[in-house]
């Protein structure tokens, strides 16, 4: 295993066991969420187990292709 993939590794644990997230969880693949009437995307979501993923891929067909 490259250093690289080491060193990624070991700032993930720290990301999420930094979380404010009592049981978090990881979602990859591209989903949006509309917030404060702009959409909002990204290819991985750390989210709350209980609360659930809010975002999804239906969203994404809200953006512009600008």
Partial sequence: MSINKILLLIFLGIFI????VKEPRLSFGKKCVEKDNQVVYSYVWVYDKKLGLKA????????SDN
């Fill in 17 to 20: 066991t930094a979380c404010s």
């Fill in 56 to 63: 999804d891929k239906i969203t994404c067909e809200l953006l």
